[in-house]
């Protein structure tokens, strides 16, 4: 087991992000999270980073305390967090300074696929950042990658070929748990869905069984949560 | 090492532009102080000495400000891109402390060179000892003595509130911290006066006095035998420092991001 979530509660001030959550996370899965806005995918993929710390409950990732092992899985946020002055030469000395995992000829190999502009990131568009972040991200040779909303904000061709590189990471053995309201886009990649609601596992199952039913994730999400 | 080596190199290319303008102000008081045409020596020395005190002090302001950039990071969303990299949460707090370090060290070493060419203009040639004392030894003490707290303070005080968010009940003693930062202030300044002089004190500058007091005995009282500087100031607050940094270094390794 890769990582674990143990009946965990993460209570804000006024709200709770997820609530009782249990899941057991296996190597080498693609999973995807999904769920309406608020339904706790991104609190959930923060406490298992380590970012997080539940109010209620236990989480294991890659056998410990996710906070003590965050050298060890990578976590790319929603939020457009690059420096202004950071380009993607900055970015690499960054990774290879900081990650002992970080694989520079696989960087520079992600930026051309992703087609990356070379330039600081104040002159660059959303995408163009977003692009260079997961660029950052998947350089990393690490057997947990938790995205949470890796294809927002980029192009149609760029999300394309940001998918056939999570295949890629897949196909290396890595786990990714990956949340995206392209739930069209991505559903394809999932061999694992669980869909949140209101911060609870409304559905856990795999992505084969609902195609032996007939049915496509997206059809699956508008049956259960719409 | 590489991990610090790095944190440093983030902490140069996030905070060089304020370094800079911090450094190239230095030629702006430079050119102030060649603006000071009053023709009576002494107090053509005493505005240049004023003046040379507001840049030390606005330095003080600005490496605060410097140090202190953590909110805008918490919300743009680098610093929980911080909390995640490996190094440990005392390291990316010393990191950015050593970066605010050498840059007053640079900063304050030539104001202690504008201090000795404000002395060269008023006709006091200061031997090799005291010209050693401004660069470095007064530079080194006022560095650790005031600079050091307020610097460790405010990154403190911004780990803290970054941490926390102030937000909510957080609130509570976020306000106490930074209200009670005066009080605070006080109490040490009170409790270091009460102790100060009990251990042997360094003589400053005695060349340059005794040669101040030559040229003008009236108005400068001040011995022959150089300044008197209390130990205890020094060691005090570098020892608050110390503290202050362990806790804001186990702040960031516990906090939420």
Redesign the interface.
């Known amino acids: 087991m890769l990582a674990q979530l143990r009946e965990v509660t993460k209570r804000y001030v006024k709200t709770e992000g997820v609530r009782d959550l249990t899941l057991d996370i296996d190597e080498g899965q693609v999973m995807g999270v999904l769920g309406l806005n608020g339904s706790g995918k991104t609190t959930m993929l923060k406490l298992m980073a380590g970012l997080l710390f539940p109010t209620k409950g236990e989480i294991t990732a890659l056998g410990g305390p996710p906070r003590a092992n965050r050298a060890r899985l990578v976590y790319l946020g929603e939020t457009d967090a690059l420096y202004a002055w950071m380009s993607p030469h900055d970015g690499e000395r960054f990774m290879g300074g900081l990650y002992k995992d970080f694989q520079p000829e696989r960087y520079h190999e992600l930026l051309d696929f992703l087609d990356v502009p070379r330039r600081k990131t104040k002159a660059m568009s959303r995408g163009e950042r977003g692009r260079l972040r997961l660029a950052m991200a998947l350089s990393r040779d690490v057997k947990l990658y938790l995205l949470d909303e890796p294809l927002a904000g980029i192009d149609l061709i760029s999300r394309e070929r940001t998918l056939k590189s999570l295949v890629r990471e897949w196909r290396t053995g890595a786990t990714i748990v990956l949340s995206t309201h392209e739930v069209a886009e991505a559903e394809g990649l999932f061999e694992r869905v669980v869909l949140l609601k209101e911060g609870r596992v409304a559905l856990d199952t795999k992505a084969e069984a609902l195609r032996e039913e007939g049915k496509s994730v997206v059809s699956t999400f508008r049956e259960v949560l719409g | 090492m ?2 610090f ?3 440093l ?2 902490e140069y ?2 905070s060089r532009v304020w370094a800079a303008a911090l450094l190239g102000s230095l030629l702006f008081w430079f050119w102030g102080l060649n603006q000071v045409t009053v023709t009576d020596v002494g107090e053509r020395a005493g505005i240049r000495v004023a003046i040379v005190g507001i840049a030390a002090l606005l330095g003080v302001i600005v490496l605060c400000f410097m140090i202190g950039r953590i909110r805008g990071e918490t919300r ?3 610093y ?2 911080l ?5 440990s949460g005392y390291l990316h707090v010393l990191a950015r402390f050593l970066f605010a370090l050498g840059v007053a060290i640079v900063y304050y070493v030539i104001i202690g060179g504008l201090l000795w060419w404000v002395a060269l203009q008023a006709g006091i040639h200061p031997d090799a000892g005291s010209v050693l004392q401004l660069l470095l030894a007064g530079p080194f003490y006022g560095i650790g003595a005031v600079l050091v707290p307020f610097l460790v303070w405010t990154l403190l005080l911004m780990v803290f509130s970054s941490a926390f968010r102030l ?3 957080s609130w509570i003693p976020g306000i106490v911290m930074v209200a009670g930062t005066p009080f605070l202030f006080r109490w040490i300044g009170d409790g270091i006066i009460s102790v100060s002089y009990s251990l042997p004190t360094w003589r400053m500058y005695a060349g340059l006095t005794a040669l101040a007091e030559r040229f003008s005995p009236e108005e400068l009282e001040i011995t022959v035998n150089g300044v008197p500087v209390a130990q205890e100031p020094l060691w005090i607050m570098l020892a608050l420092s110390v503290v202050m940094l362990i806790i804001a270094g186990r702040i960031w390794q516990e906090v ?2």
């Open positions: 590489k991990g080596a790095t944190l190199w983030l290319r996030r743009r969303g680098q929980q891109i909390l995640l990299t490996p190094p937000s909510g009940p939420e991001g």
